[in-house]
């Protein structure tokens, strides 16, 4: 076991440590090295499965391929010696083993018929068009998402930049 060093943990220990709280601290196993290969981008697990997702050609086959070459050598993930389509991650509880069976189409996140019906309502053209083609095809999650990210970002640069205009 690692002593002190998670990423809470440690932090709340040191704060009680200077406030001079009685305290006694906790030892654990620091997991970060596994939380990165999950879930720090670019090359973490998640953002390559979302990735693959992207593309129509992909396979789950194609999605395992991409995780053995952005993550050989890494010691928090192995790959079955035999031809097995899957991949163990050594988790702070031991190796844990995930079939990709499945895994693409899983992570699709078809709309809600309800939040279909919504946006097809909307008075926003862009929307209703998008909406209209075909929702369980086209929509996933992380495209309404991104949609209004930048609407929102395209908002606020809109608003710097008048007033940046007003303040000349």
């Known amino acids: 076991m690692e002593s ?3 990423l809470v943990c440690y932090p709340l220990q040191e704060e009680y440590r200077s406030e001079g709280i009685s305290w006694r601290n906790i030892d654990y196993i620091d997991n970060t090295g596994c939380i990165n290969l999950i879930s720090k981008k670019p090359t973490a697990l998640f953002h390559l499965l979302d990735e693959e997702c992207n593309f129509p050609q992909a396979s789950n086959q194609t999605l395992l391929d991409k995780f053995k070459r952005q993550h050989e ?14 991949f163990i991650i050594r988790h ?5 083993k995930y079939g990709v069976k499945d895994f693409r189409e899983k992570n699709t996140d078809h709309m809600r018929p309800d939040i279909i019906a919504l946006l097809k309502s909307s008075k926003n053209s862009f929307i209703c068009g ?15 998402r991104s949609y209004f ?20």
């Open 4 to 6: 002190n060093s998670c």
């Open 73 to 86: 050598g890494n010691s928090y993930i192995e790959f079955p010696a035999v031809m097995e389509p899957a």
């Open 92 to 96: 702070y509880a031991g190796k844990v």
């Open 130 to 144: 998008l909406i209209g083609i075909d929702p369980v095809a086209t929509f996933r999650w992380a495209v309404l």
């Open 149 to 168: 990210r930048a609407v929102v970002g395209f908002r606020e640069a809109g608003k710097r930049y008048a007033e940046k205009k007003t303040g000349e």
